[in-house]
């Protein structure tokens, strides 16, 4: 709904985010790097199942200070599908734009029109959630070993591996059982685990940065 170009005046950083979580194959444009990074959150999280970028254009209706109505419209940057088939609305922006008054003003009366009108829940996300140490950097690793490198191989023996021991337990003990190492710079068995945990097959400790130690347990598809 709204045509991102290659350079703009504004304070931003136009790029492509590519995913397996919309309808299209397109990447996604997205307009900043905060809006980047979310994307990040939302794609190595399998509780959204399916996202769709600017997917409508909202008209709702402002009240003036003089007490007449004027018609406004939105687009949102994402619209996510989750797995308990609930529909959120979101909006990327950094807390400083949150915080005018000309957003704070609209920001309440956008959500009810979600609500009230679409039956869906609408949330902003700023550099505050995004940004939460140590997801973030564990969301950028899951990314630097997502699909599409997918190793069959891997996977097997890391299931098998699992199947042995049992949830919840640790990437190290799982690497140990799988009997896959890694050299230092390819790591097969955790490469399989992020895409098992992208699946939703199991899910990894995101309170601590990522190492041997950290917890595996059953995903929400398990």
């Known amino acids: 709904m709204r045509r991102i170009k290659a350079k703009s005046k504004r304070i931003s950083r136009p790029g ?6 919309t309808f299209s194959p397109d990447a996604i444009r997205t307009e900043s790097v905060l809006e980047m990074d979310g994307l990040g959150h939302i794609e ?6 399916r996202i769709a ?13 003089d007490g007449k109505t004027r018609v406004a419209t939105y687009v949102p940057d994402l619209a996510v599908l989750t797995v308990d088939g609930n529909v959120v609305v979101l909006d990327f ?15 309440p009366v956008i959500r009810d029109a979600y609500r009230i009108d679409h039956g869906a829940a609408f949330t902003v ?13 564990n969301v950028a690793i899951m990314l630097l070993h997502r ?15 699992i199947e042995r021991l049992g949830l919840p337990s640790t990437i190290g003990a799982i690497r140990e059982v799988s009997r896959l190492s890694t050299d230092g710079v390819s790591d097969p068995a955790f490469s399989a ?16 940065v990522f190492d041997d130690r950290t917890k595996v347990h059953a995903g929400v598809f398990a």
Not at 125 to 137: C, F, K
């Open 193 to 208: 685990l992020v895409e098992l945990a992208m699946a939703g097959e199991v899910g990894l400790d995101m309170s601590r």
């Open 44 to 49: 190595t999280n399998a509780r959204y199942v």
């Open 53 to 65: 970028p600017q997917p409508h254009r909202l008209t709702f209706h402002v009240t003036e200070a």
């Open 93 to 107: 922006k950094w807390s400083w734009l949150r915080a005018l008054p000309e957003w704070a003003e609209i920001e």
């Open 125 to 137: 996300l700023t550099e505050e959630h995004i940004s939460i140490e140590p997801r973030r950097t």
């Open 16 to 21: 492509r985010f590519a995913t397996t979580k």
């Open 147 to 161: 699909p599409p490198a997918e190793d069959p191989v891997a996977i097997a023996a890391v299931r098998g591996a």
